[in-house]
Nanobody, 128 residues
Framework: QVQLVESGGGLVQPGGSLRLSCAAS????????IGWFRQAPGKEREAVSC????????YYSDSVKGRFTISRDNAKNTVYLQMSSLRPEDTAVYFC?????????????????????WGRGTQVTVSS
């Protein structure tokens, strides 16, 4: 079992920055790839960024590439999503999820249905 808790969301003006945190607890954390996903009202959940458990290979969606950075602190069992140059279209609930490496490969990191555990989400609102 893996538990995930997101934090760091809030209201920010366009062009601003936020850092989201995903604190993980449980067993076997070293074998879980962590992904950040988001869902805006009326839209499907989409992958934002993911980091592979074994290789630290990363995935970024085209819409956030160059603006967002994912990183992990293994000592703290925490994965961060640094978001810069935020836009109104980044407004959504952001979720972190954990997927076991036997299910989530480097190629399939963006596939949300492969992730086993999910946090409750944190709201990010980009508005002036």
């Amino acid at each position: 079992q893996v538990q995930l808790v997101e934090s760091g969301g809030g209201l920010v003006q366009p062009g601003g920055s936020l850092r989201l945190s995903c604190a993980a607890s449980g067993s076997g954390l070293d074998y879980y790839t962590i992904g950040w996903f988001r869902q805006a009202p009326g839209k499907e959940r989409e992958a934002v960024s993911c980091i592979n458990a074994l290789t630290d290979s990363t995935y970024y969606s085209d819409s956030v590439k160059g603006r967002f950075t994912i990183s992990r602190d293994n000592a703290k069992n925490t994965v961060y999503l640094q978001m810069s140059s935020l836009r109104p279209e980044d407004t959504a609930v952001y979720f972190c999820a954990a997927g076991h490496i036997t299910r989530v490969t480097i190629a399939t990191m963006p596939v949300h249905s492969l992730y086993d555990y999910w946090g409750r989400g944190t709201q990010v609102t980009v508005s002036s």
